[in-house]
Structure formats: structure tokens, C-alpha cells
């Protein structure tokens, strides 16, 4: 369980609260609206009415004991920036911050940022992926070169093992796990048979399982 620092709680901010509590970790949910934090308050461990850009503010919720500090200020990215940058002024142990474009993270990544992330631009690629193509189920951005997916066994390798079929020599592709009824299987080694009914978690660019997956 972690202790987690919320600031901002609009609606991105609030499916983030969600998730967390669902993990079971400590969230305080902060905002300079009064119906949002009303609207938070039973959901979250503590809630807080105030100006995420008063460094007064901030210092008082001792930034520095949470685990993580979530920015999800998104109609002002002036407020957005500046929240950032003195988190990490007050010795935030990691900041996370949201941004809509590549000059919004730009920004933030030089004030103070540890990472950035993008809602919209994540989501589109995700469905881009998923929607476009029968052999992809699901996908997952890991950094800017890597991804997971999920991808249906071809046809070709039913039967094969998976040191016969050679992904990862051959296309530079991990992989991580065999989907069956809904159940996982990590237990995979090179005498591990394919079954074309079932599913690959597979560790990769989208280049190369692209290319070995016929995408």
C-alpha cells in the first residue's frame, strides 16, 4: 500500500482516485473547488479545499512523506506547471503530471516532472491498435519503445514449441505469458507448446510484432 498525493480531481483525476482506491492504497485528493472535493470526499482517505499553486498550501500537506504525487490539473497548465515545480521544490519523492501535447510535457519534464503522461494521445493509440486489427486484444504502452500485446497465436505455429517458432531471436519479441479461458500461464519455457486457441502476452516494438504477427 502506498500513500498517494492527488492534486486536482476533475474527471481524469477522479477515475485516477478510483483505480488507486481500488488497490487499496491512501489517497488525498486535493482541489481549489469545493463541489469536487464535496463529490471525492467519501471515496478518498482525506480530501483538501485548496490552491495547488500556494506554496504555503503544498508545504502544509508535507509532500514529501507521499509515496507519489499525482498533477491532474488540466484547464490551466499554467497552474499545472507551477504545482509541479514546487512539489519538487517541497521534496516530492516522484511527481506524475498530465499534459495534452508534446510542449506541455517539454515543460513539465524541466520543472520538476518524473514522468508525464498523456490521457488522450494513449487512449487513441490504444484504440488505433485494438480496433484496427483481429489479431491484437489488447495492448499496453510500457515506455516510448516497448509495449505489451496481446495477440492471437497464428495458425502457423499451432503445435510449435516456443523454442521451435524462435520469436525472440528472430524478431527481438519476449514472451511473457499464455492466455487460455482467462487465466494466465507465466510458466513458459522453450519445450512450452502453442495452441492456436489461445493468447500471447508478448513484450516488443510495434514494429516487430508488426511484423511477426502479420499486424
Known sequence: MKSVLLLGVGRFGQRIAERLVEMKHEVMAVDFHENLINDIAPLVTDAQIGDCTDKKFLSSLGVSNFDVCFVTIRDNF????????????????????????????????????????????????????????????DYVRVDDNFSIFEVAIPDRWDGLTVGEIGIRPKYGINIMAIKANDELDITITPDTVLDKEQHLLVLGSLKSVRKCFDI
Do not use: C, M
Open 78 to 137: 499554467q497552474n499545472s506547471l507551477q504545482t509541479t515545480s514546487l512539489l519538487k521544490e517541497l521534496g516530492a519523492k516522484k511527481v506524475v503530471s498530465v499534459a495534452t501535447n508534446d510542449i506541455h510535457e517539454k515543460f513539465l519534464l524541466r520543472n520538476g516532472a518524473d514522468a508525464v503522461i498523456f490521457p488522450e494521445k494513449q487512449l487513441a493509440l490504444w484504440a488505433a491498435i485494438t480496433y484496427t486489427s483481429e489479431n491484437v486484444f
